[in-house]
């Protein structure tokens, strides 16, 4: 059974920076192919796309809201996925949520990912 859990959410100032891990177990990263991602959700919103790579981090995808601030990466060797966000805005403040996939290219879409974390809460504040 595969588990995924966030950490490194918090409450920072506006400008301030986070960094956001997801642990994985039960699925290897060096022997599988899968494709990790950030998603995100805010109260009363839909949960949206942030971040992703594939598993060889040879490709990797930002939602244009984050572009430029957020960058994701991944350790295999750790079973690891990161997201270091900087320039944080009010507007980042939401739920965010570590995703896998079993797809080997870039996805963007929810239905797309195949295993979840339970979200680590970010709330920045102006």
């Known amino acids: 059974q595969v588990h995924l859990v966030e950490s490194g959410g918090g409450l920072v100032q506006a400008g301030g920076s986070l960094r956001l891990s997801c642990a994985v177990s039960?699925?290897?990263?060096?022997?599988?192919?899968?494709?990790m991602a950030w998603f995100r959700q805010a109260p009363g919103k839909e949960r949206e796309f942030v971040a992703a790579i594939t598993w060889n981090s040879d490709d990797t995808k930002y939602a244009d809201s984050v572009k430029g601030r957020f960058t994701i990466s991944r350790d295999n060797a750790k079973n690891t996925v990161y997201l270091q966000m900087d320039s944080l805005l009010p507007g980042d403040t939401a739920v965010y949520y570590c995703?896998?996939?079993?797809?080997?290219?870039?996805?963007?879409?929810?239905?797309?990912?195949?295993?979840w974390g339970k979200g680590t809460q970010v709330t920045v504040s102006s």
């Open positions: 995703a896998g996939s079993l797809h080997t290219i870039v996805r963007v879409r929810p239905r797309e990912y195949d295993w």
């Open positions: 039960g699925r290897t990263f060096s022997f599988n192919k899968d494709t």
